[in-house]
């Protein structure tokens, strides 16, 4: 019998928020893809409507096809180590976190034994996917605030994430409201080197080597500032504008390949790795 090496992390599905999830279900469909999906936990924990939020997946995860589709009721500090909650991570080959509040998800979740079982299923194949919140949460660090104020030094904060994509700064609803500025001050304040601003409907599956492939319908902008070759961040007073020049952009659609390591557009998906043969006794 065939099991994937322990060495293969999960895929990594990131989508910028708003997704379609009464029309053709697009990118929902592509998590459901990815592989054998039995078993889908969803955690609306970062939504201010746990319950309703939690529902509304399960309802489309079914009529995707999903036989076992369970929304953990996570709210407060403390509820994530509740009884049950590990077992349903374990048995999950999807772990879904909803839209919301990144910060509530991550200071409620992060250091808990259910975060623990949730790392050790990514690590061991499972799916991780997240929408809007959910999808800022996997970066480390993870931004918040600043939408009506990006180039003002401070506007934009900043907190620990999850960091299950380590390097790269995730934002999202990011052309739907105007958010290329949060992004620009993150890396400007040096936060990290790499950012993808994710669209709404739209996304990107992360493999196990760090290939994303683009889905949905908008675009996923991808900022580089490696060769920034200047910004007054450092310099100007809290609050004051800031100027920035050498970023690098790139525009990618539904369909492209990009590799977040050398951070270039590939040539296409990434070969799977032959899975070792175990035997069972």
């Not at 309802?59 to 995707?64: G, P, S, T, Y």
């Not at 889905?215 to 900022?223: K, R």
Request: hydrophobic share 40%; aromatic share 8%.
């Amino acid at each position: 019998m065939f099991h994937r090496s322990p060495g293969d992390k999960g895929h990594l599905v990131l989508i910028g928020g708003n997704e379609d999830r009464v029309g053709s279900k697009t990118v929902l469909k592509r998590i459901v893809s990815l592989g054998a999906t039995g078993q889908i936990a969803v955690i609306p924990t970062a939504s201010d409507y746990p319950r309703e939020m939690g529902e509304k997946y399960e309802r489309v995860f079914r009529e995707l096809g999903v036989p076992r589709v369970t929304a953990l009721d996570i709210r407060y500090p403390g509820d994530p180590d509740k009884a049950g909650h590990r077992e349903l991570v374990r048995g999950a080959d999807v772990i879904f976190f909803t839209g919301g509040d990144q910060v509530k998800l991550v200071d409620i979740l992060k250091g808990s034994e259910l975060f623990g079982e949730i790392r050790r299923r990514f690590e061991a194949g499972a799916t991780i996917a997240g929408t809007s919140a959910g999808a800022a949460a996997a970066s480390d660090p993870m931004i918040f605030n600043g939408d009506e104020n990006g180039f003002q030094k401070g506007a934009v904060r900043h907190a620990e994430g999850f960091g299950f994509l380590k390097g790269v700064t995730i934002d999202t609803h990011f052309l739907d409201r105007r958010r290329l500025p949060r992004l620009v001050q993150a890396l400007c304040a040096g936060l990290s080197r790499h950012g993808l601003g994710l669209d709404e409907d739209t996304g990107v599956i992360v493999y196990p080597d760090r290939v994303a492939e683009v889905i949905g319908a908008g675009m996923v902008t991808a900022l580089d500032t490696r060769q920034l070759r200047f910004t007054d961040y450092h310099t100007v007073r809290e609050r004051e504008r800031f100027a920035c020049e050498g970023i690098r952009l790139g525009f990618l659609t539904a369909g492209t390949f990009f590799n977040l390591n050398r951070w270039r557009v590939c040539s296409g998906r990434p070969r799977r790795r032959r899975p070792k043969v175990q035997s069972i006794i």
